[in-house]
């Protein structure tokens, strides 16, 4: 793993130590590789998971019985795509862990009925007001986390939002260039003499810990947007494995198996734009949010990693950190975590807003 980490100016020899304690936290096990209750470990590998092999995986993983009795575990399920249509699932009644399961009738249908029974009229909400930089997410539910991989991003559940604001960019070298000035805060310890790097404006600003994000947003009047909210907002309600839909995409964002070699300026990726029309949800940089390295609901599978000392990453980025455990870069459900202190050249963030 080729990660940058830095410590601050006159500090650097600690950074060596951290590294090489967080390389041994950051590789998640696979979905269900090892249980704490002691069930049989599935014997799927990771080479299935390479972006080149996505597509194939999905289809045999429903197709071949050795596949299936892993992933799937029955009869096999005609589908497009492993993740279900949010209209095709349901809260399971009186569970904590909101698991996801079929549905005897759709959601949407149930909200039909429902109407037709009610004769009270609703007036419409007023339309929410516009935040330039910023789109808008109604609130309400959508499909989190994944059983296709790491056991971290599992189970997938069905979570929900409060309405909230989020970045359509992530925030840019000139934008915190902003920040470093009105604030007076140390500048990214890359830029020469605490200036931007020539042609580097609109980049996304790289260096900055999980305190830094928290503390530009913050001064901008804003938040950092907790994991659930920056997932909806990358997948929208249906699911996405990607932010523009669930097939692999070389071309949709900036990523490593491009053999990219750093940033590119934000929102160079329009047909990678999210179901809400966020742009580099997936690539370019990871994305700091505002959450602790903690289990999804549900998730039994115990791991020493979890805890309050660590923070979620979101979105994965330029760099190939894939055989150091973070994941294909970027499913909308992958997470990665650091002790919020860290800083290196993938790391960024963009900020959300509650109205």
């Known amino acids: 793993m080729n990660f940058l980490i ?9 950074a060596l130590g951290l590294l090489l304690v967080l390389l041994t936290f950051a590789r998640p096990a696979m979905a269900y590789e090892t249980f704490s209750s002691g069930s049989s470990a599935l014997k799927c590998q990771t080479t299935c998971h390479r972006a080149e092999n996505l597509l194939k995986a999905h289809k045999e993983k429903e197709d071949k019985a050795e596949c299936r ?3 799937v575990g029955g009869t096999p399920v005609k589908a497009q795509s492993p993740f279900q249509a949010l209209e095709k699932v349901r ?16 959601v949407s249908a149930v909200k039909k009925n429902s109407q037709k029974t009610s004769p009270a009229k609703t007036e419409k909400p007023p339309a929410p007001a516009k935040i330039p930089g910023m789109v808008y997410i109604p609130a309400g539910e959508f499909i989190m986390g994944s059983n296709e991989r790491w056991d971290d991003e599992s189970p997938e559940h069905i979570a929900s939002t409060d309405a909230y604001y989020i970045d359509l960019y992530e925030v840019t070298n000139q934008d915190y260039k902003k920040f470093v ?7 990214p310890y890359h830029w020469p003499e605490g200036e931007i790097p020539e042609g580097m404006e609109k980049h996304p600003v790289v260096y900055v810990s999980w305190f ?18 920056w997932e909806k907002a990358s997948r929208g309600e249906d699911g996405f494995t990607y932010p523009w839909g669930h097939e692999w995409s070389l071309d949709k964002s900036n990523n490593p198996y491009k053999h990219s070699t750093g940033t590119e300026p934000v929102g160079s990726y329009p047909e990678g734009k999210s179901p809400y029309g966020l742009y580099d949800m997936s690539g ?8 602790y390295y903690l289990p999804h609901p549900g998730n039994t599978v115990h791991r020493a990693e979890y805890g309050k000392d660590k923070r979620i990453l979101k979105g994965g980025s330029w760099f190939d950190c894939l055989s150091y ?5 970027a499913p909308t459900f992958n997470r990665s975590f650091f002790t919020p202190e860290v800083r290196n050249n993938s790391f960024g963030f963009r900020c ?3 109205p």
């Open 6 to 14: 830095s410590a601050p100016k006159k500090k650097t020899a600690p």
């Open 352 to 354: 959300a807003k509650s």
């Open 91 to 106: 809260r399971i009644s009186g569970s904590p862990m909101s698991h996801l399961r079929p549905a005897s009738q759709p």
């Open 284 to 291: 370019n940089v990871w994305e700091w949010v505002d959450s």
């Open 212 to 229: 830094d994000a928290r503390d530009y947003c913050k001064w901008a009047g804003k938040r950092l947007p907790t994991e659930q909210e």
């Open 69 to 71: 009795s892993c992933h």
């Open 181 to 187: 000035e009105a604030a007076k805060r140390e500048a």
């Open 325 to 329: 455990g973070c994941g294909l870069s």
